[in-house]
């Protein structure tokens, strides 16, 4: 379905009476960032060598978590540090490269392997087969990797809960009305795709409760069972109607259904032969960005013209880039991503409201801040934020907890030919803003769909990426075929925008300070949790819902409610 929205360009200025600071905040995201920090020491306090080795572990830890500029830009101040020309050209020539298309490198091959040389331990992607892993380049938006090798990292528990959750599992209850609520359904994906399979192939259309994964309105598990070659995923499910803009939601409470269209396209990004990330950006032109600054160095602004230099602002900045990877750019889930990144910055600049107990940066916006440095950039970007996967002892049982989404912060330095510079740090009310954002957003999933809708994404690609990363299917003896790319199922194209113009806002304060602010950002990257053991916790309760993933004596159904929840 079209998008009608206006897009945030990541620009904020603030003045005062006494002095005027232009402040271009081009706040979109820049994947991967606000974790570089080492330590609170300056890098040129250190001696040279101390430098280049923190520098390194910067380009590291950049590197792993998709920020392939941020990256380069290190190795190559770590090289000139301790005079290693070589290496820093190197370097500089990938930084150009990513610099000169906006963070889109068609090749960079040679990047990662210096990368990978210079950095100790060196920095580490999913491994697929024989090649050196997969990489993507500096992105500035929503933001989704392939896992590292979270098989060989995860960490097994004594968890008699998630054992019993896959007992039950096993024995499924007596209902085949797919519109009845269930608080634990389950949907054997191999039977789905088989299905799908068969309907194709009989020239039948695809049913509502397959175009809806039954009803599901997220995923709380995911089970393995070779023995029926079973991959399932389990959650709430109900009844379900279209809204006024055409999207499943559940009768019940609102949320929206999980769609087969974005299982499908989940599962071939993270497919032995996908992207094994997905993003999407949306950029200020460098041109633009630099007129407005120009034009900010000169502007007499007042509370009388405040609003009217917000318009020319928007005017200068005009239209923003549209940019998505990883997934088709009219899929479904590019439309979701998308919308869900402009209405993030609408509520971070007030131009729209969040849920209660959000506030935006106006609000939350000192003195200090309010007459901050000359030229900065706020950055707010969404990462996946689920607590802990809970894992059974034989790793066939997992469970998703806590929050899907969390929204993280940092300020950067914006240079005069509009180009930015990560601090890895983030002022208070920007921190404070990503707080509130993360802690209200089960809230504004409630009365907000396109949210809620984000959430289900994230779940399917934390399921998909863990069943590609960790070899499910192939413990299961499937080998998807109608799923993967080559297979016959197509997709429903959606218009999703390839511009968008820019919005701002401004706010009057008592104290004479004015602020007009264009914010933004989102990035996810699942590397951090399933490659990270710490993501696997202890929960003895949760085996006690695995016990009806494979139906007893119900052949030919894929999906089915678990006897007991």
């Known amino acids: 379905m079209p998008l009608s929205f206006k897009p945030v360009s990541g620009l904020r200025l603030r003045w005062s009476r006494l002095f005027q600071r232009a402040v271009i905040a081009a706040a979109i995201s820049v994947a991967g960032t606000a974790a570089l920090q080492a330590g609170d020491d300056q890098p040129n306090s250190l001696p040279p060598v101390l430098q280049s080795s923190k520098l390194r572990l910067e380009a590291r830890l950049a590197a792993e978590q998709g920020d392939f500029l941020h990256a380069a830009v290190a190795l190559e101040q770590a090289a000139l540090v301790v005079g290693d020309r070589e290496t820093a050209q190197k370097a500089g020539a990938g930084r150009q490269q990513l610099e000169a298309q906006g963070g889109a490198m068609a090749d960079f091959q040679s990047l990662m392997t210096l990368i990978m040389e210079q950095t100790a331990p060196p920095a580490q992607w999913i491994m697929r087969g024989d090649e050196t892993g997969t ?17 060989a990292m995860a960490m097994t528990f004594d968890n008699s809960r998630l054992s019993t959750a896959a007992e039950l599992a096993r024995t499924a209850n007596s209902n085949s009305d797919v519109l009845e609520t269930s608080a634990l359904r389950l949907v054997s994906l191999p039977r789905l795709e088989a299905e799908i399979a068969r309907l194709q192939k009989s020239g039948q259309p695809i049913p509502a409760d397959a175009a809806a994964l039954a009803g599901l309105t997220e995923v709380q598990f995911l089970f393995v069972f070779p023995d029926s070659g079973d991959v399932v995923i389990g959650g709430p499910a109900g009844a379900w109607a279209q809204d006024e803009k055409g999207r499943t939601v559940s009768t019940a409470s609102g949320r929206p259904t999980l769609q087969l269209d974005d299982l499908v396209t989940l599962s071939r990004t993270f497919a032995d032969n996908g992207r094994g990330f997905f993003m999407c950006t949306i950029d200020p032109k460098p041109q633009q960005v630099q007129a407005v600054q ?14 009217q230099e917000t318009q020319k602002l928007e005017e200068l900045l005009g239209l923003q880039n549209v940019t998505v990877a990883g997934v088709p750019a009219d899929s479904r889930v590019a439309s979701v991503i998308v919308d869900a990144d402009y209405q993030m910055k609408l509520i971070g600049i007030g ?3 969040g849920a209660a107990g959000m506030k935006s940066y106006f609000e939350l916006a000192g003195r200090d801040e309010r007459r901050g440095a000359a030229m900065d950039a706020l950055r707010w970007w969404m990462t996946v934020g689920y607590d802990a996967i809970r894992v059974a002892p034989d790793r066939r049982a997992f469970e998703f907890t806590g929050r899907s989404v969390r929204c993280q912060s940092e300020n950067q330095l914006v240079k005069v030919d509009g180009s930015r510079e990560a601090t890895g740090k983030a002022d208070s009310a920007n921190a404070e803003f990503a707080r509130l954002f993360t802690e209200h957003l089960p809230q504004l999933a409630e009365k907000d769909v396109v949210f809620a809708d984000l959430q289900n994404i994230f779940d399917l690609a934390l399921a998909s990426a863990m069943i590609n990363t960790m070899d499910l299917d192939r ?16 997709t429903q194209p959606v218009e999703v925008p390839r511009e968008l ?34 993501s696997f916790t202890t929960a003895p309760e949760v085996s006690s819902q695995a016990r009806n993933a494979s139906p007893v004596g119900q052949t030919g159904r894929w999906w089915w409610d678990a006897a007991v929840r």
């Open 135 to 151: 990489m993507t380049p500096y992105m500035q938006g929503v933001f989704v990797g392939a896992p590292a090798l979270a098989g």
């Open 294 to 307: 120009q034009y900010a160095s000169r502007l007499q602004l007042s509370a009388r013209n405040a609003r």
């Open 351 to 353: 131009r729209r409201d």
């Open 475 to 490: 413990q299961a003896g499937w080998q998807p075929a109608v799923f993967t790319t080559a297979g016959g199922f197509e």
């Open 501 to 534: 113009m820019t919005a701002a806002a401004s706010r009057v304060y008592r104290d004479g300070s004015i602020v007009v602010q264009v914010a933004g950002g989102i990035k996810v990257d699942l590397r951090e949790v399933i490659s990270n053991p710490q």
